[in-house]
């Protein structure tokens, strides 16, 4: 504890040794940010403070660039890149003027290739680590941890963004807002934007829907930092409490970027230290996998470095077991992971195996496990069903006869029901069974209902993609048989609150194990058919259901 209390005071020096840095923080462009920050460097000019401009962009706003007279400027570098001479800040000539306090306009700026610095927010961590006070200016859309966000609400992929971590280390973040109903009404008048360029932005990123939840983001946001300004700095060490944040980064996901940013955000909040961690396993050793995979994972550990997490790579099988052994050595508190959409075989689902996530909600004891809906909007949508598909099926069912082999189908013994209400899962399980029972009398009720009951005891058989396969074996039947249910509405499991929408009841004799695992497979290899699972949902009779099922394994045997 000594120890941490010591580190604590050798940041508090370290500090007071940087120069302070406050941030105009807007929704949007014309809100008045830039405005605002050459106001307060006329205030403080007259109170006798020395004050430069390292770089503003008036945009050839009048009133801002009146606002300059009487202020120093510090000549802007020229660059030439491709052929073209353009002008950037020049951070040696600001250091060697040295005065108390620079102005430096858009944070988020790129600067020109050949720049000692790519973005302008690390000239600006630069000229802080000099002593030298800061003011900037910066639009909420350009914070990296909300780029999934700004782009659902607007449509914009933001390619300037500023790691969060600048904007928690500032000393002020000033929010400077105007009504939208202004600001559009600014636009028009030419006050943002010349003549000619305001029709365009009216039309796209300058819509009312956009601006409002703009608007909304900037104003949480600065709640956030005066809730966080308020807590005492001795609260920043690691071990004081659970609170620490973890985020579990893996080499198969494409969404690695999101997860961080997610993470990010709930670090800020808590205003935490926060852990990126990698489990490697020995299939994913560098050999082994593909380059283009190693170059993802990279730049997510690169970006996690940039959003302030602490990486740590280890090296195990185990890989639910490495990640709590962590969580509980550094005081973790909440676990963010990913939904890989992890599916293991049906036989593995069927004797007990676990998933990744679900292992981790059952053996975390007190860690909060958060899994966030990270995918991109065009992923979140049902993929409708191809017209080929659709065609084959009304085909199917416009034929009056269909010679089929039963020997290979043991699915065409099968029953159908079609529901229209909710049902719980015993309801759902002896409707299916009152079927087969009256259509195979050698099955006795009683016996085969107390079989599935017993066997559902023995670990649930809702096995996702929203399929449920209650089965048993029994003794004194000589085939496997099955019926089939569809609810749109569902079926759901009060013990587990797991749902399904379509149930399998399978029931095979004990003395043919080999049927039993090869109808299990057919029917997996069903359930991971996402055009046939929308085929069943979209089925509006019991006739179509079945012919469905038939359709699906005619497409098989043409394999």
Not at 43 to 66: F, N, P
Not at 505 to 519: A, E, G, Q
Request: glycine share 6%; aromatic share 6%.
């Amino acid at each position: 504890m000594e120890e941490s209390r010591a580190e604590s005071f050798l940041r508090l020096i370290k500090r007071s040794q940087r120069g302070h840095l406050r941030i105009y923080l807007g929704y949007c462009a014309g809100v008045g940010k830039t405005y605002q920050m050459l106001l307060e460097a006329q205030r403080l000019q007259q109170q006798g403070i020395d004050v430069v401009v390292g770089i503003v962009e008036t945009h050839s706003r009048k009133e801002t660039e009146a606002l300059l007279e009487n202020l120093e400027v510090i000549a802007r570098k020229t660059l030439t890149y491709r052929g073209i001479e353009i002008t950037e800040m020049d951070i040696d000539a600001i250091i060697q003027r040295h005065p108390a306090v620079v102005l430096v306009d858009e944070l988020a700026h790129t600067n020109v290739p050949g720049s000692r610095n790519a973005k302008r927010y690390q000239d600006v961590e630069e000229i802080l680590g000099t002593g030298i006070h800061v003011i900037s200016t910066l639009n909420i859309q350009h914070l990296e941890s909300l780029y999934e966000t700004v782009e659902q609400a607007t449509g914009v992929k933001v390619k300037e963004r500023v790691p969060d971590k600048i904007v928690l280390q500032a000393d002020q973040l000033v929010n400077i807002d105007i009504a939208t109903d202004d600001l559009l009404q600014r636009l028009k008048e030419g006050k943002v934007y010349l003549s000619g360029k305001a029709e365009s932005a009216l039309s796209n990123f300058f819509r009312q829907e956009n601006l409002e939840q703009l608007r909304e983001l900037a104003l949480r946001e600065v709640a956030a930092q005066i809730d966080s300004s308020r807590r005492s700095p001795m609260q920043d060490e690691p071990a004081s409490s659970p609170d620490q944040v973890m985020v579990c980064l893996s080499s198969s996901s494409e969404n690695s970027e999101a997860l961080l940013r997610y993470a990010s955000r709930i670090a800020g909040r808590l205003n935490r230290n926060w852990y990126a961690v990698y489990v490697q396993n020995l299939s994913e050793s560098p050999e082994r996998i593909d380059a283009g995979i190693q170059r993802r994972l990279s730049n997510a550990l690169a970006l996690a470095q940039q959003l302030g997490a602490t990486v740590f790579i280890y090296k195990g099988n185990d890989i639910v077991s490495t990640i709590l052994q962590f969580a509980r050595e550094y005081r973790v508190g909440h676990i963010v992971i990913g939904n890989s959409g992890e599916r293991l075989p049906l036989l593995q689902r069927l004797t007990g195996k676990r998933p990744m996530i679900k292992r981790l909600i059952d053996e975390s004891h007190g860690i909060t496990i958060v899994v966030p809906d990270i995918r991109r909007p065009d992923e979140r949508k049902i993929k409708p069903l191809s017209a080929k598909y659709l065609s084959d099926i009304r085909a199917n069912l416009m034929r009056k006869s269909q010679v089929t082999d039963d020997r290979e189908a043991p699915i065409f013994h099968s029953n159908v029901l079609l529901w229209h209400e909710v049902l719980e899962k015993e309801s759902a399980i002896r409707q299916l069974l009152d079927t087969l029972c009256l259509t195979h009398s050698d099955i006795p009720f009683d016996y085969a209902w107390r079989a599935l009951l017993e066997r559902e005891k023995q670990g649930a058989t809702f096995i996702g993609e929203e399929i449920a396969i209650p089965h048993a074996r029994l003794e004194g039947i000589n085939e496997t048989v099955l019926a089939i249910g569809v609810n749109k509405l569902g079926i759901c499991d009060p013990d587990s609150q797991d749902t399904a929408t379509i149930m399998f009841l399978m029931l095979s004799p004990v003395n043919r194990p080999d049927s039993h695992i090869k109808l299990l497979g057919m029917i997996s290899r069903m359930a991971g058919d996402s055009q046939w699972r929308a085929a069943m949902h979209q089925a509006k009779s019991e006739t179509e259901i079945t012919q469905i099922l038939r359709h699906w394994l005619a497409g098989q045997k043409k394999r």
